[in-house]
């Protein structure tokens, strides 16, 4: 009698354990489904059919540059109504990139769709140009990248814009940036074109001397750079020279180095900052 009431014991304890993990797993199952209830509901937007709003990135090509131009949702509406001008972006790659990098790598898309739906971001029209075509060595492209053609005629490119796409002609709603390579023609950009962009992003940028400012001083000025970046010695040189000349910028740095999940976060940030 003593062992069968042992092993009654043992089997009693054993249901126990086994009821309580049991409700463990069952506690966890309804959480989690509240969780994905909860993520669904607040990537919804209020819409007049219930759907999300959703943009589309369409290719195109603009005074011979390949391009990829993301439009949101209310453009094709807009277009048809002649309605308000939409604030633009001019978003630029880096080296050995081309204009599908920030459409692919960068998830653009996707991120510019959940900004909106959560209502963090106006509604802008995003031009992703080829602004450093690929060469075949390191030394062909950072020529082609450098030899300053790309902002002598960016001026003509962007009017070629405003002539195809219903975009602002107006420097508070008109923004610019890029990452690497494409930080450093954002910055040529600007210093060829002053006041002519109200917004200025520059990521893990390659920032050259000789520097200016003159003319973009009222500029919203952003960049940023990881902890682990190859360039992030470039930036702080860069930085000291904006400090000593007493010019105002918003300074963001991240863990990590010169890479996507970096520069996803860091557009992200910035598209919140635009008009």
Same mark, same amino acid.
């Given at each position: 009698?003593?062992?069968?009431?042992?092993?009654?014991?043992?089997?009693?304890?054993?249901?126990?354990?086994?009821?309580?993990?049991?409700?463990?797993?069952?506690?966890?199952?309804?959480?989690?489904?509240?969780?994905?209830?909860?993520?669904?509901?607040?990537?919804?937007?209020?819409?007049?059919?219930?759907?999300?709003?959703?943009?589309?990135?369409?290719?195109?090509?603009?005074?011979?540059?390949?391009?990829?131009?993301?439009?949101?949702?209310?453009?094709?509406?807009?277009?048809?109504?002649?309605?308000?001008?939409?604030?633009?972006?001019?978003?630029?790659?880096?080296?050995?990139? !081309?204009?599908?990098? *920030?459409?692919?790598?960068? #998830?653009?898309?996707?991120?510019?769709?959940?900004?909106?739906?959560?209502?963090?971001?106006?509604?802008?029209?995003?031009?992703?140009?080829?602004?450093?075509?690929?060469?075949?060595?390191?030394?062909?492209?950072?020529?082609?990248?450098?030899?300053?053609? *790309?902002?002598?005629?960016?001026?003509?490119?962007?009017?070629?814009?405003?002539?195809?796409?219903?975009?602002?002609?107006?420097?508070?709603? #008109?923004?610019?940036?890029?990452?690497?390579?494409?930080?450093?023609?954002?910055?040529?950009?600007?210093?060829?074109?002053? !006041?002519?962009?109200?917004?200025?992003?520059?990521?893990?940028?390659?920032?050259?001397?000789?520097?200016?400012?003159?003319?973009?001083?009222?500029?919203?000025?952003?960049?940023?750079?990881?902890?682990?970046?190859?360039?992030?010695?470039?930036?702080?040189?860069?930085?000291? *020279?904006?400090?000593? !000349?007493?010019?105002?910028?918003?300074?963001?740095?991240?863990?990590?180095?010169?890479?996507?999940?970096? *520069?996803?976060?860091?557009?992200?940030?910035?598209?919140?900052?635009?008009?």
């Amino acid at each position: 009698m003593q062992v069968f009431g042992n092993f009654i014991w043992i089997c009693e304890k054993k249901a126990v354990i086994l009821c309580s993990y049991l409700n463990v797993l069952i506690m966890k199952k309804i959480f989690f489904l509240l969780m994905m209830v909860s993520l669904i509901m607040s990537c919804k937007t209020p819409c007049s059919d219930g759907q999300p709003k959703v943009g589309t990135i369409e290719k195109d090509t603009i005074l011979g540059v390949p391009c990829c131009v993301y439009l949101p949702d209310a453009y094709a509406d807009r277009m048809q109504n002649q309605e308000t001008l939409f604030p633009v972006l001019y978003l630029q790659h880096g080296m050995w990139g !081309n204009e599908n990098d *920030w459409k692919e790598q960068g #998830r653009l898309l996707a991120i510019m769709d959940s900004l909106l739906q959560r209502g963090l971001v106006r509604e802008m029209v995003i031009v992703m140009p080829d602004n450093c075509p690929g060469r075949p060595t390191y030394e062909e492209e950072k020529e082609n990248a450098m030899n300053g053609e *790309w902002e002598a005629n960016f001026a003509a490119f962007m009017a070629q814009t405003e002539q195809r796409y219903a975009v602002s002609t107006d420097p508070s709603h #008109r923004a610019i940036a890029g990452l690497s390579m494409g930080g450093y023609h954002t910055q040529q950009v600007t210093m060829t074109l002053p !006041n002519q962009f109200g917004f200025i992003g520059v990521f893990s940028a390659l920032i050259t001397p000789p520097y200016s400012m003159e003319g973009n001083e009222n500029a919203l000025y952003w960049m940023a750079i990881g902890k682990d970046d190859f360039l992030y010695d470039t930036i702080q040189t860069y930085r000291r *020279w904006l400090d000593t !000349n007493h010019y105002e910028y918003t300074y963001y740095e991240s863990a990590g180095g010169h890479e996507w999940p970096n *520069w996803q976060d860091y557009i992200c940030r910035f598209l919140q900052k635009l008009f």
